[in-house]
């Protein structure tokens, strides 16, 4: 029975996404990232994307961390867990009323075990040192404690990536260990209880 409902809430992905709302804060909009979105961002030079996410993109997208592989984790993510549909987002900066958005940044989450869920996030260099990171992640850390079946969110990075490690602790994530890679440190937040 679940294997059909994972098939039948997948199948039905692409008229979902119109209705998975846009995370907001402060000048920031983050945009669930769609198969078609993937497709497109994959398939062109950035400017399919720009028009489906209506805004601008700057000649260093795709940020250094979003290889190719990126891609095929997420697709596959969207095909194994269709719930998780909504974890990823692209991150837009506002310019204002009536003018267009420009992209800055990803953030994503992907489901681990035991109702743990890692998110990963990257901003543009010449978005850095800003504090949209700190923003982006702790809007998607609060969604995605509101989701059902979620305990904790977790990240992990080197603890000499200093700029990483404040925004986990900006996010209300706590050291908690060793990463699943050598040599780093994971951090985690847990669901208050009710």
Known sequence: MIGFLQRSV??????????????????LRLVAITPEML??????????????LRAK??????????????????????DEWPESFGWHRYVLLEGGLGRQGTLVGAVGGFPRRAG???????????????????????????FLLEQDGVRSVSAQAYPQVQESIKVMQRCGMSFVGEGD???TVRFRRMKAEA
């Open 116 to 142: 743990d869920v890692e998110i990963g996030y990257s901003t543009l260099p010449e978005f850095q040192r800003r504090g949209y990171a700190t923003a982006f992640a702790l809007r998607l850390v609060e």
């Open 181 to 183: 890679d050598a040599g």
């Open 57 to 78: 993109l700057t000649a260093a997208w795709p940020p250094v961390e979003w290889e190719p592989h990126v891609y095929r984790i997420i697709q596959k993510q969207y």
């Open 10 to 27: 997948a199948q039905s992905l692409q008229g979902r996404s119109a209705r998975v709302a846009d995370l907001r804060t402060g000048s």
């Open 39 to 52: 497709d497109a961002e994959h398939k062109s030079n950035g400017t399919e994307l720009g028009r489906l």
